[in-house]
């Protein structure tokens, strides 16, 4: 790992330890956390904007039996269009 020092406003610094002692971590492992997350919904491949774009298909194209029947290739059809917008 490479050690790296940022600035919180107080706000920001307060809530992280609060997080941190929530789940018992470092406030370290959170904000490591955080930047995995920004650094992954700009790659375009944060699953949870994935699994939505899927479930929009899926609503758009005959509800919760289309799910039961298709949920691969309408998860397929998520990530085709994730990597034509790259």
């Known amino acids: 790992m490479v050690r790296t020092q940022i600035q919180l406003t107080s706000e920001q610094h307060r809530r992280v330890r609060e997080l941190a002692v929530a789940r018992g971590v470092s406030m370290a492992t959170i904000v490591r956390e955080g930047v995995q997350h920004v650094i992954a919904r700009r790659a ?16 758009a194209r005959g509800g919760a039996r289309a799910v039961a029947r298709r949920h691969d290739a309408y998860l397929s059809e998520a990530y085709a269009g994730r990597r034509r917008l790259r």
């Open 44 to 59: 375009g491949t944060d699953r949870w904007e994935l699994f939505m774009s899927a479930v929009g298909a899926c609503r």
